[in-house]
């Protein structure tokens, strides 16, 4: 690895150029079922995932992970990610889901169940949370960017194309042949196409959905890939089990969960948060503090899973390699990283074959099964 200065040059091109100074995403949208598979997590592991609001480390605590490290450049995200830990520490899980707005609750319920969590927050957190009621009362699951962009075309775009009954037919799924002729006589209007290709264009994402700096390395039609994945999602993927698409149609989860807030795994999260930590650094940072305490380079290195979200998205393919090629140095072999591309292609290039192994026989198969369905890829690699 490099100097800690050149580390951080590396690692931090996204934040040299987007905006972390508020909460981006209020939830994960990427979908931690196929993410726990793909990492294989076992009980000596440890695994450091990129934090955003914290549901897909939860998960990866969830499946079993001896220590789970949630990191993130921005605070406002780990402030979604303490509030979480709270609310399983404090709440059942009926009022969990009524917390986060997966299930319907009054601004006074939400507001009582966050008083109840308050508690255990630290008082930077609690200073932050309680200087924005309205993102308790509302859920903590909706006030990101990004579900504000969902919550714009569920209540202003959506309803010029379709009406609540549609939707909801929609969301009631069927066999595959059901779908099919539902989608292409009911769903796939020139009204739903033209409205669509306007609100995910570029410009629209970057200016409501996501920072423009997120689209530097994009090349193309935003809009045509999104829309040719909305397909696969509504027809080859039954719309009735996909809590990601529930919350965008109709602001809730509806009676789909993603992983971290299903019945059957809440007691084991609950009963596993002290292997969870969580730190506002990069990637490359907490890597070069792990070889510091390690004993520096003769001491046995752990074998890591690494969830990396999109972050390649918004980095050039030269500091991608290198942050790459600085997880494979971290791992021992075994270990696995596993990363979601939107628009800008990004994997290992083969300058590391002889440090990484692709693993499509891994990726692809759970690529088809992604219930998160606006991205282009999902990427499993392995450290040799």
């Keep these: 690895m490099g100097t800690n200065s050149d580390i951080q040059t590396v690692s931090t091109e996204a934040a040299a150029r987007a905006d972390f100074s508020r909460i981006r995403y209020a939830q994960v949208w990427e979908d931690a079922d196929i993410l726990v598979e793909a990492l294989d997590v076992r009980s000596t592991d440890t695994v450091v995932s990129i934090s955003s609001a914290g549901d897909n480390a939860l998960a990866l605590l969830g499946a079993g992970a001896e220590r789970v490290v949630a990191l993130d450049l921005n605070p406002s995200q780990l402030a979604c990610l303490e509030l979480r830990v709270a609310a399983y520490r404090e709440l059942s899980h009926a009022e969990l889901l009524v917390l986060m707005g997966s299930r319907p609750g009054t601004s006074e319920v939400r507001a009582a169940l966050y008083r109840r969590c308050r508690v255990r927050l630290s008082p930077a957190v609690k200073a932050f949370w309680d200087g924005q009621p309205e993102s308790v009362t509302g859920g903590i699951g909706a006030p990101g960017k990004f579900e504000n962009y969902f919550r714009l075309f569920r209540t202003r775009v959506l309803p010029l194309v ?50 423009p700096a997120f689209f530097k390395y994009v090349e193309g039609s935003v809009a045509d890939r999104i829309l040719q994945r909305t397909r696969h999602a509504l027809v080859a993927l039954n719309p009735a089990e996909n809590p990601y698409l529930h919350w965008i149609l109709t602001g809730t989860h509806g009676e789909a969960l993603p992983w971290a807030l299903r019945a059957e795994n809440f007691e084991r999260i609950k009963s596993r948060l002290d292997r969870l930590e969580w730190h506002e650094l990069t990637l490359e940072t907490f890597l070069e503090r792990e070889r510091m305490a390690g004993g520096g380079g003769g001491a046995v290195k752990p074998v890591m899973k690494f969830n990396l979200s999109d972050i390649f998205e918004y980095m050039s393919e030269d500091n991608t390699a290198a942050i790459l090629a600085s997880l494979a140095e971290a791992s021992a072999p075994g270990g696995r990283l596993a990363y979601w591309n939107m628009l800008a292609p990004r994997r290992r290039p083969e300058s590391l074959a002889g440090r990484l192994r692709s693993r499509e026989d891994v990726s692809a198969p759970l690529f088809a099964q992604d219930k998160a369905f606006f991205y282009s890829a999902f990427i499993v690699e392995e450290v040799i």
């Design 162 to 211: 379709h009406g609540r009954k549609t939707v909801e037919a929609l969301l009631r799924g069927g066999t595959p042949a059901e779908r099919e002729r539902f989608y292409e006589k009911r769903w796939n209007t020139w009204r739903w196409r033209l409205l669509f290709k306007i609100f995910f264009s570029r410009f629209m994402m970057g200016r409501l959905g996501r920072d």
